[in-house]
């Protein structure tokens, strides 16, 4: 059984740091994508940061780009995001997916992680 938990999350000032973590289990592939999104109130959901276990790409929304790092430790399939120079519209629920890539494609989602800037 697949799971995501996020962590990290907490109050921050602007200009503050964070490292959110969603520790995986379950996986039955080597091969996966994980992604970060996040959603702010009133707000659709958007992507953030994307990052794969068999490629070294990274991708980045513009909004994040520069300050935001998306990393992978595949000995323990555990994803995060070291955020940084942190703004009042990155107030967000964080949540972690996973796109598990074995025959078909599976997606799971973590519960998320609030994440509130106060400026």
């Known amino acids: 059984q697949v799971q995501l938990v996020e962590s990290g999350g907490g109050l921050v000032h602007a200009g503050g740091s964070l490292r959110l973590s969603c520790a995986a289990s379950g996986f039955t592939s080597n091969r996966y994508v994980m992604k970060w999104y996040r959603q702010a109130p009133g707000k659709e959901r958007e992507l953030v940061a994307v990052v794969t276990s068999f490629s070294d790409i990274r991708n980045y929304a513009d909004s994040v780009r520069g300050r935001f790092t998306i990393s992978i430790d595949t000995t323990n399939t555990t994803l995060y995001l070291q955020m940084n120079s942190l703004k009042a519209e990155d107030t967000a629920v964080y949540y972690c997916?996973?796109?598990?890539?074995?025959?078909?494609?599976?997606?799971?989602w973590g519960q998320g992680t609030q994440v509130t800037v106060s400026s």
């Open positions: 997916k996973a796109e598990i890539l074995s025959g078909s494609i599976r997606d799971f």
